[in-house]
C-alpha cells in the first residue's frame, strides 16, 4: 500500500513557526493533489489546505488563511506547509495525503486515498 511520509512536527510557543515536509513515491506523487489535514484530541479530522500536483493552485482553510503556506517541489517528490503565528488551537495531530483523482485541490477527505501516518504539532499558551 502506497504510504506517505510526514515530518516537521514538535513543540512550540504561541506565535512561533513549524515547517511539515510530506514525501511519497514520485509515481503517485507528482500527479497528486497534495493535502494537510489535522485531527485534534476527540475531533474529527479537518481540512487545512491543499495544492494541486502542478503548484499553480491552492486551498485554505479560513482558521488558517494568512498564517500558513503550502508549496511543493516536485523533483523531491515533497510538499511543505509552512505554518507561522501558530495558536494554541492549532495544536493537532497533522497528516498529508495524495489524491491522484482530480487536478485541482479539494477540501473533502473522501477524495484522498493515500495518507502519511500524522506528526504532533504542539502550541503553547
Known amino acids: 500500500q502506497v504510504q506517505l511520509v510526514d515530518s516537521g512536527g514538535g513543540l512550540v510557543q504561541a506565535g512561533g513557526a513549524l515547517k511539515l515536509s510530506c514525501t511519497g513515491p514520485?509515481?503517485?506523487?507528482?500527479?497528486?493533489?497534495i493535502g494537510w489535514f489535522r485531527q485534534a484530541p476527540e475531533k474529527e479530522r479537518e481540512f487545512v489546505a491543499a495544492?494541486?500536483?502542478?503548484?499553480?493552485?491552492?486551498l485554505y482553510a479560513d482558521s488558517v488563511k494568512g498564517r500558513f503556506t503550502i508549496s511543493r517541489d516536485n523533483p523531491k517528490n515533497t510538499a511543505y506547509l509552512q505554518m507561522n503565528s501558530l495558536k494554541p488551537e492549532d495544536t493537532a495531530v497533522y497528516y498529508c495525503?495524495?489524491?491522484?483523482?482530480?487536478?485541482?485541490?479539494?477540501?473533502?477527505?473522501?477524495?484522498?486515498?493515500?495518507w502519511g501516518q500524522g506528526s504532533q504539532v504542539t502550541v503553547s499558551s
Open positions: 495525503a495524495a489524491d491522484d483523482r482530480d487536478s485541482a485541490p479539494l477540501m473533502s477527505i473522501s477524495e484522498y486515498d493515500y
Open positions: 514520485g509515481g503517485i506523487f507528482t500527479r497528486s493533489v
Open positions: 495544492i494541486s500536483w502542478g503548484g499553480g493552485g491552492s
